[in-house]
């Protein structure tokens, strides 16, 4: 029975890497070659027989003994065939799966035909190539991922150790004792927030945060982040410009997309040198918002811009103590799930500027 649109599911798995087909008119030719063979070596021992009185007796076995061998030769070229075809190539892949099981993510799979001839034992060969790539990759980033854990949470506790050490002897005057427990307080929330990003950002990569989205007013949003590192930006004297529209709705998740509003102005501020300016806009653009937050700050290169949103990367290194380079990570991948997007513009020493593009809700 005919399944309806059968055919049009087959074609569409067909993998059109695959140049090699199943059905070979020159493998039907030889078929068709040997069983004339076949049919002609039987014609030849029944003919022998046909004049003889016990032709019942040794036709059979004659007949039976002819069929016996040239099954047996059968099943050799059936086992070399699949030696050849299926056997060792399955080998060879097994040998391979073992040793990635084993962690050798070097091994690789070698086609068993030229490209122009591929079928798909040859498109498996090369899918389990870049799997192994691919898991490849994500050891290495595991192995980042601990050595940069490791190394900012060795960082505040060093800190504590030593401040903590340097109070316990009771020689420290009144002041140099608060300004130590400042010290060790600065460095627990440090160590605090790393935490809390770290297992926030895993969440989101994990997709184990769904985005609780409700209509809300974006510019209300931006005051109310702008407002929260006031005493930041007035302590390094920076002018702040608020070019906000009067009223935008969006549909989002507002306590992930705070997020997002309050690293950039947080990173805006830390990049600003005293003096500066920092200009946060948002403007309509057809059926979206635009965020932009620019600042007067350092600036960054190509080479800086293209690892600013991977985990732990610090471009400024003279920054690094007041951050852990998962900011502006966390931001991208919860605007990716929120359906937004950022992007960086910059040249050293002129400042940068965020730009963060949301679907707002088309008021009447």
């Known amino acids: 029975m005919r399944i309806p649109g059968q055919s049009h599911s087959r074609r569409q798995e067909e993998d059109p890497r695959v140049r090699k087909r199943l059905f070979s008119w020159r493998m039907f030719f030889l078929i068709l070659l040997l069983l004339c063979v076949l049919s002609a070596g039987n014609v030849l021992i029944l003919e022998k027989f046909l004049n003889m009185e016990v032709f019942s007796i040794l036709a059979s076995m004659g007949v039976g003994s002819y069929w016996i061998l040239m099954a047996l030769l059968a099943a050799m070229v059936i086992y070399l065939?699949?030696?050849?075809?299926f056997d060792r190539p399955m080998r060879r892949l097994s040998r391979a799966m073992r040793a990635v099981a084993e962690g050798n993510f070097t091994v690789r799979v070698e086609p068993v035909h030229a490209r122009s001839k591929f079928d798909y034992m040859d498109i498996m060969f090369e899918d389990f190539n870049r799997m192994v790539q691919e898991l490849s990759s994500i050891e290495t980033m595991k192995d980042d991922f601990i050595a940069n854990v490791s190394h900012e949470i060795k960082t505040p506790l060093a800190v504590i150790s030593s401040y903590a050490d340097a109070l316990s002897r009771g020689t420290l005057s009144e002041q140099e004792r608060r300004e130590y427990a400042r010290t060790i307080a600065a460095a627990?929330?440090?160590?605090?927030?790393?935490?809390?990003?770290i297992l926030r950002?895993?969440?989101?990569?994990?997709?184990?945060?769904?985005?609780?989205?409700?209509?809300?007013?974006?510019?209300?949003?931006?005051c109310d982040c702008a407002l929260v590192?006031?005493?930041?930006?007035?302590?390094?004297?920076i002018e702040f410009d608020a070019q906000l529209e009067e009223r935008v709705m969006i549909l989002a998740d507002e306590s992930m997309l705070e997020i997002v509003?309050?690293?950039?102005?947080?990173?805006?501020?830390?990049?600003?040198?005293?003096?500066g300016r920092i200009v946060l806009r948002q403007e309509k653009d057809g059926p979206d918002v635009l965020v932009t937050i620019s600042d007067t700050g350092c600036g960054m290169d190509e080479e800086?811009?293209?690892?600013?949103f991977d985990?732990?990367?610090?471009?400024?290194?003279s920054h690094s103590g007041e951050g852990n380079g998962l900011g502006l990570a966390l931001a991208r991948r919860v605007l990716e799930i929120s359906g937004g997007s950022i992007s960086v513009k910059s040249q050293p020493d002129e400042g940068a500027e965020f730009t963060v593009r949301l679907r707002r809700i088309m008021e009447p």
């Open 304 to 308: 800086t811009m293209s690892h600013i």
């Open 81 to 85: 065939f699949s030696c050849a075809k």
């Open 261 to 275: 509003f309050n690293n950039l102005i947080a990173n805006a501020v830390k990049f600003t040198e005293p003096g």
């Open 311 to 317: 985990k732990f990367y610090q471009g400024d290194t």
């Open 201 to 222: 950002l895993n969440k989101l990569e994990n997709q184990e945060i769904v985005p609780n989205a409700k209509p809300y007013d974006l510019t209300r949003q931006l």
């Open 229 to 237: 590192h006031e005493s930041r930006w007035e302590e390094k004297r």
């Open 188 to 197: 627990s929330e440090n160590l605090s927030a790393l935490i809390s990003n």
